[in-house]
């Protein structure tokens, strides 16, 4: 257990946390939407700073990040809880645990342990993901700047849903980001998600600003989120905001309270990455389709193989200091 960082006292009304865009009200005793920061006398206290419930150590791809060091290994960890509530989760065992069963579970590893282990792992990276890197912020900035002290780089797999404050807390130890954009529409992320739409396209704003690398994932859900208007409108904003940036458009499977609809057909995958294109972004990857050519990175001036994938695995990266051997245009990320 910890004090929380960023947060202010307002006496009586009780404690305002500063962390993410709900900016929960905590009074005495009561913990905040994500349910594991908790107003304790007067104080804010972070109940999962020493509480971590995963680690492993995952091939980046499968953040998904496809232009940040493609083919290292990335020591992932995540804590209990998360600040939104979708009811797809695909972690829900965890990130909703603290709501749905009233525990936090976690084993105790300090911030210094985390970053040996990923040492040891031959990780390059350390992810904050699974659950949502937000609610165990003070675990991740401590880890993060102990990170960088020992050469290793530190990603974001997030919700976007984080404050300035926060962002603008952790950099520049944060180097690069996977945001979930679920959809473009305020509806769907409160009555999916219990959130909005807003807060997260001005996380992918900030992190742009802050040099942080970025790449967005939207997981299509048949008859949610799938409308080729929407999507239009999705993409056009990814490409005002840097045509550069890596989208990633996954396929839904039935989970969690979301058990009423199909499997996404594959050809709804296709025709929303060539929206994408179409919308000018250079890179639009498919995501859980194993073998799709949509995995794989080209370059977007002259269309050579650059990065031949299979799922989470690369089988050849034909890159040259970051450039296409073929023309030799810049290719953007992080490659080495």
């Known amino acids: 257990m910890k004090e929380a960082y960023l947060y202010e006292k307002l006496e009586e009304a009780g404690i305002r946390c500063g962390l993410c865009s709900h900016r929960c009200l905590i009074k005495e005793g009561?913990?905040?939407?994500?349910?594991?920061?908790?107003?304790?006398?007067?104080?804010?206290?972070?109940?999962v700073y020493d509480r971590v419930?995963?680690?492993?150590?995952?091939?980046?791809?499968?953040?998904?990040?496809?232009?940040?060091?493609?083919?290292?290994?990335?020591?992932?960890?995540?804590?209990v809880g998360c600040n939104f509530h979708c009811r797809f989760c695909q972690n829900a065992d965890i990130s909703q645990m603290p709501v749905d069963q009233d525990r936090v579970m976690g084993?105790?590893?300090?911030?210094?342990?985390?970053?040996?282990?990923?040492?040891?792992?031959?990780?390059?990276?350390?992810?904050?993901?699974?659950?949502?890197?937000?609610?165990?912020?003070?675990l991740a900035l401590d880890t993060a700047r102990a990170a960088v002290d020992r050469g290793l780089r530190n990603i974001f797999?997030?919700?976007?849903?984080?404050?300035?404050?926060?962002l603008r807390e952790i950099h520049p130890d944060l180097h690069g980001a996977n945001v979930d954009l679920k959809a473009f529409s305020d509806a769907f992320y409160k009555e999916q998600c219990g959130a909005k739409l807003k807060p997260v396209l001005e996380t992918l704003q900030t992190m742009k600003e802050l040099g942080v690398w970025l790449e967005v994932t939207t997981l299509l859900i048949p008859g949610l989120n799938d409308d080729e208007d929407q999507l239009r409108d999705l993409a056009r904003f990814?490409?005002?905001?840097?045509?550069?940036?890596?989208?990633?458009?996954?396929?839904?499977?039935?989970?969690?309270?979301?058990?009423?609809?199909?499997?996404?057909?594959?050809?709804?995958?296709?025709?929303?990455?060539?929206?994408?294109?179409?919308?000018?972004?250079?890179?639009?990857?498919?995501?859980?389709?194993p073998g799709d050519e949509g995995e794989k990175t080209f370059c977007h001036a002259c269309g050579k193989l650059l990065v031949d994938r299979f799922g989470f695995m690369v089988r050849s990266n034909a890159l040259r200091a970051g450039a296409c051997p073929e023309c030799g245009t810049a290719i953007p990320g992080v490659w080495s």
């Open 238 to 289: 990814l490409a005002d905001l840097d045509p550069d940036i890596p989208w990633h458009i996954s396929r839904f499977h039935p989970t969690y309270r979301l058990t009423d609809r199909p499997s996404t057909p594959p050809e709804s995958i296709h025709r929303a990455k060539a929206l994408g294109l179409e919308a000018g972004l250079h890179y639009v990857y498919t995501g859980n389709l």
């Open 107 to 138: 084993e105790e590893i300090a911030p210094e342990r985390i970053v040996s282990l990923a040492l040891q792992s031959g990780s390059s990276t350390i992810a904050y993901t699974y659950t949502e890197p937000t609610i165990y912020f003070e």
């Open 53 to 79: 419930i995963a680690t492993h150590a995952d091939p980046i791809e499968k953040k998904p990040l496809f232009h940040f060091l493609p083919g290292t290994r990335s020591y992932s960890i995540a804590t």
């Open 30 to 47: 009561s913990r905040g939407i994500c349910g594991v920061r908790e107003n304790r006398s007067g104080t804010l206290v972070s109940l």
């Open 157 to 166: 797999v997030s919700n976007g849903y984080m404050t300035r404050e926060c």
